[in-house]
């Protein structure tokens, strides 16, 4: 279970053993989607979210960034702060840090952002 406020995530595991939780909100949620350390999947116009937990742990997050999408996509973003994006989609998207310049990602194809 998670709940997301600004760029903050708060999650907990109510499972007895360790393991992936996840939970998913709607795309038009966010005018730029939170990312943090685990897995997010921006696609068919929800936002999932994945991370490893263990059994009982709550956690509080603050965001590695801000992320605005052009397109289907999966990011993959690790603790130490490295972030990489992959196109899941069948046309080329574009990802944008914030209000920086976009990066165009080919059709299944991957960037590093950090």
């Known amino acids: 279970m998670g709940l997301i406020v600004g760029d903050y995530l708060a999650a907990?595991?109510?499972?007895g053993k360790g393991g992936k939780?996840?939970?998913s909100v709607a795309?038009?949620?966010f005018e730029e989607?939170?990312?943090f350390a685990g897995v997010v999947e921006i696609a068919r116009g929800r936002v999932n979210y994945?991370?490893?937990?263990?059994?009982?742990?709550?956690?509080?997050?603050?965001a590695l960034l801000m992320l605005r999408t052009e397109g289907d996509v999966e990011v993959i973003?690790?603790?130490?702060g490295e972030?990489?994006?992959?196109?899941?989609g069948e046309k080329g998207g574009v990802v944008r840090v914030g209000k920086g310049k976009g990066v165009r990602i080919g059709k299944r194809g991957?960037?590093?952002l950090r």
């Open 33 to 35: 989607v939170p990312i």
């Open 110 to 112: 991957v960037v590093v």
């Open 27 to 29: 795309r038009g949620e």
């Open 83 to 88: 972030v990489v994006v992959r196109n899941v």
């Open 21 to 23: 939780v996840g939970f």
């Open 50 to 62: 994945s991370l490893m937990m263990e059994g009982g742990e709550a956690v509080l997050r603050k």
């Open 77 to 80: 973003a690790a603790e130490t």
């Open 12 to 15: 907990g595991s109510f499972e």
